[in-house]
């Protein structure tokens, strides 16, 4: 059982938001507590799989440039067993199974639109695949990865070796508060480089720190993809109020009818219920809400999100 957090880890989780690579010593100061204890908290979240500070990518890193869902029903293996299957198919960054129909939520990324058939064709291969429903993304409003099972992560493979932001991201994709020393030392890249290098990163907008908490240690027990149509008139504007809802992780425009994609968690499946009744749709231009909760995260690459560079490096000249 996944412990709550208590008022001294709150306190810590908050200002680590703020900034995910203050030291101990800075912590200690701003909640007027013993650095030692600071120490002991963070490594004690994180022992519990509770809360970690990790180094994410951007979804669009690595030459990937689009984002596409599937929504997959199975018959003749278990929904399990082909979530599995699905989830080794290259691109393929999230898998979960759905209450109801359909059985799985697919979420992936593609460096074409061509390379995303070629992703929706290797599924619709697996065994125990019934029907498939490809949604291509157009833009992605909100992905915001902070909430995951920190006892199953999912660590990314090393996307080519010899390049040093790769190997860079590797190390602190799973501690993001390891000092730069300490990476130093296990990469064999002076401290300097290092340094310079990250910084490199987060101002280019391809990598950031963010803290990742089980979302049951925030008494957050329920998620949900939800299908939301609009009017075309009011899809903008209905667009920005559903991505300023906090309870709204991921907000996309898609292809279809139902022209927007939703990820909502919520405390439980009441308050899921006066989102999408009482938040929803009583926005104007929204014409019908579908919801489907998520029951098992059979993949969560919990690494990926999409964030803007906090500011423009200037060309080289």
Same mark, same amino acid.
């Given at each position: ?6 008022? %001294? ?6 200002? =680590?938001? *703020?900034?995910?690579?203050? *030291?101990? #010593?800075? +912590? ?29 990518k951007h979804v669009f890193s690595d030459g990937y440039s689009h984002v596409v869902f599937l929504f ?10 082909v979530g599995a299957d699905i989830s080794k198919v290259d691109g393929v960054f999230g898998v979960s ?31 125990? $695949?019934?029907?498939?429903?490809? $949604?291509?993304?157009?833009?992605? &409003? #909100?992905? $915001?990865?902070? /909430? ?21 991201? &590797?190390? /602190? ?15 064999? +890249? ?8 990250? #910084? ?8 950031q720190f963010q803290v990742v908490c089980n979302p049951l240690a925030l008494d957050l027990g329920t998620?949900?993809? =939800?299908? +939301?149509?609009? %009017?075309? #008139? ?22 279809? $009818? ?17 989102? *999408? ?28 999100? &999409? ?11």
């Open positions: 059982m996944i412990a709550k957090l208590d008022g %001294t880890d709150s306190s810590i989780v908050q200002v =680590l938001r *703020t900034n995910p690579r203050i *030291t101990n #010593k800075d +912590i200690a100061g701003r909640l007027d507590i013993a650095e030692s204890t600071v120490a002991q908290r963070i490594r004690g979240m994180a022992e519990r799989n509770v809360m970690r500070v990790i180094a994410q997959v029903d199975t018959a003749g293996r278990t929904v399990q067993r199974q759905c209450i109801g129909t359909p059985d799985l939520f697919v979420s992936a990324r593609a460096r074409s639109m061509e390379d995303a058939h070629r992703v929706a064709g290797q599924i619709a291969a697996i065994g125990g $695949v019934a029907t498939l429903e490809v $949604v291509p993304c157009f833009r992605i &409003h #909100k992905f $915001v990865s902070n /909430l995951g099972d920190l006892a199953n992560p999912g660590r990314p493979s090393l996307v080519n070796p010899e390049s040093r932001n790769d190997r860079i991201f &590797h190390a /602190l994709c799973q501690d993001g508060r390891q000092s730069n020393r300490e990476v130093s030392r296990q990469l064999d +890249i002076s401290e300097g480089a290092i340094r310079q290098r990250l #910084k490199a990163l987060q101002q280019s907008g391809e990598m998620a949900a993809v =939800l299908r +939301i149509s609009t %009017t075309a #008139k009011e899809a903008g504007k209905v667009l920005a109020r559903i991505t300023d809802l906090e309870a709204a992780a991921f907000v996309a425009e898609a292809a279809g $009818v139902s022209n927007v994609i939703a990820l909502f968690i919520t405390p439980d499946n009441q308050s899921l219920g006066d989102v *999408t009744d009482n938040q929803l749709m009583s926005m104007r231009g929204v014409r019908k809400v579908d919801a489907q909760i998520l029951v098992t995260n059979i993949k969560h690459e919990y690494y990926l999100s &999409h964030f803007e560079a906090p500011e423009r490096i200037p060309r080289r000249k």
